[in-house]
């Protein structure tokens, strides 16, 4: 399986993308203790670190901001992932209790102030791409498909608007909207997910490498999975996954 991020390059030459690929998981039904220990540890640090600017002063969160402007997003309720974590940890509001996996890529996530999203690899088809939005492709809102025809502004299609980035698999089905805004319901990590590839992103801003050793960390201590990391960037924008 291949990543290509090619498209992006021209308009976005500091983006700089991980995959790691995780094999072998063993997913906990709940949050475990500990770890439900780690989110609060970090959420009071988001708030000691961030605590009193605003959102749009924050590097990681002004980066993807002035990204989105630049393919076309100006309406204030589409915001990166980690915005929205961010956002929440500043005004005291838990992190949602999903499973173990992904509550622990959301830490590192809101930490690092870098977006991360994950898809279950049995549930993708062929290549994988960062691009542009092109007819055909499809996506179903993780959020409620009543959600999504009304952020739309439409009561019909939730396809990925033209000049869109999204990230997608073989087969056009967009993973996720808007560069990082939000997953696609049909590729989540999910108690049975045994296989999933997590992308942390970054726009030049942020510790990329730290936050792929984290995210490791994390990935081997509560999903009990294997990780392989390949990182693409405008020196090599297209690579084969490393663990596929």
Sequence with gaps: ?????????????????????????RLPAGRPEDLGDLIAAREAAVRRAWGGRELGAIPGINAW??????????????????????????????????????????????????????????????????????????????SGADEAAESDGDGSDNAPKPGEVIFADGAGKALCRRWNWRQDARSLVGPETTRAVMTIQSLGQGELDAAIADAMALIERFSAGRVSVTVLDAKMPTAELAGT
């Design 1 to 25: 399986m291949k990543l290509d991020i090619s498209e992006l390059v021209p308009a976005f030459p500091e983006f700089r993308v991980a995959a790691l690929v995780a094999t072998g998981m």
């Design 65 to 142: 901001r002035l990204a989105y402007k630049a393919f076309g997003i100006k309406k204030t309720k589409y915001r990166c992932s980690v915005e929205r974590l961010v956002k929440n940890a500043l005004a005291s509001r838990p992190l949602p209790a999903i499973n173990g996996f992904v509550d622990a890529y959301n830490a590192v996530s809101m930490t690092h102030v870098l977006p991360i999203g994950a898809d279950d690899l049995d549930k993708v088809l062929g290549d994988l791409a960062f691009r542009y939005a092109r007819d055909g492709d499809t996506f179903v809102d993780m």
